[in-house]
Each structure stands twice: as C-alpha cells, then as structure tokens.
C-alpha cells in the first residue's frame, strides 16, 4: 500500500478554505464540510465508547457483543465520510443498515419495552453511549442539510439515522447486562396554584 499523506499540513487551509477529491475549494463552513466533521466527530466517540467497552469486557462478557456489532461501524462511517467527500465514491451497501437493524431488534428484545424517558447517566459506558447516540442526530441533521443543497445517497442517510437507534439501544444493553439501573426522567413538579 503506498503512503497517502506524505505531508500533514499545507497551509492551503489557512484562510478558510478547504479541497475536496473533485478538486473544488469550499469554505470551511460549507454543508458538506460540516456534514463531514460531524460524521468523523460521531466517529472519533465511538472509538472512545469501544476504547471503554474493551476495558470493561473482562469483568463483564455481555460486553463483547457490543463491541463486536460497533467496531465495523467506525469503518462505515469513514465509508460515509469518504462518500461525502468524494460524492462519486459509493462504499455503503444496504446490508449494512440491515445489520444494524438486526441488532437493534436483538438487543431491543433483550431490553424490553420502554416505559420512560432515559437520561444519559448510570456509569459512564452509558453516558458516553448516550453522547454517541446524540452525535450521531446531529450528523443526521448536516448531512439533511447537506441534502437540501446537493444530494446525499438514501443509504447513506439511512444509515446514520440507524446508528442512533443501534446507541440509543445499546446504552440499553450496556446497563442492562452491567447490572446498572438505568437513569429515568424525573418530570419538573407542578407549580403551585
């Protein structure tokens, strides 16, 4: 395999702009920019998220299939950032929204049905959970975004919509099998007459 940077930095950046694959410069706050950053910061989480999950799998097993259903994911979502910024490139197959949703539902059964709204606390496997889940709504909203202005491949879309399902469930999963009561909203007492 050859070497792909050669040179970390450019300066061809420095005064807010940036290049794309096809050779077009766009402004650093550009939607396809933002849709990219958002997709590698959800990225960059869950390689945190899996960093602790693996630190944890020894006292607790359950863990593992977790991580097991999570590490492919970090390499489709660079797939999707590599789609984003190469619009030509196509990498993410709809098998991949079908395997996530296969664990969603797997996992889904396992929890039971929800019967209150979750806040992200508990233990920090499912706060960071929580943190993933959130990051990957607000890589959905960009890359809708990014949508309104230039297309983004359906499966693209569906799948990072899916990943927030696959956390959301997850963060589930991780205090259910770590035996870690799960952090339910407290609605606000009404006023006072």
């Known amino acids: ?72 994911c970090q390499h489709r979502l660079f797939d999707f950032g590599g789609e984003l910024a190469m619009p030509e490139y196509q990498a993410l197959q709809a098998e991949e929204i079908e395997r996530l949703e296969a664990a969603i539902d797997r996992w889904n059964e396992e929890v039971g049905p929800l019967e209150n709204f979750i806040l992200p606390g508990g233990s920090r496997l499912i706060a960071q959970a929580h943190v993933c889940r959130s990051l990957a709504r607000s890589a959905e909203r960009r890359c809708q975004s990014l949508n309104a202005h230039e297309p983004v491949r359906a499966v693209g879309l569906a799948y990072v919509n899916r990943m927030s399902d696959l956390l959301f469930v997850a963060s589930r999963l991780i205090a259910k099998r770590m035996q870690v009561n799960e952090v339910l909203w407290q609605p606000a007492a009404k006023p006072q007459a």
């Open 1 to 72: 395999m050859s070497y792909r940077l050669s040179k970390i930095y450019t300066r061809t950046g420095d005064a807010g702009e940036t290049g794309l694959a096809d050779g077009r410069r766009v402004s650093k706050d550009h939607p396809r920019i933002e849709a990219i950053g958002e997709v590698d910061t959800l990225n960059s989480h869950i390689g945190l998220l899996l960093a602790d999950l693996s630190e944890q799998e020894v006292m607790w097993p359950g863990l593992s299939e977790i991580i097991d259903v999570l590490t492919p």
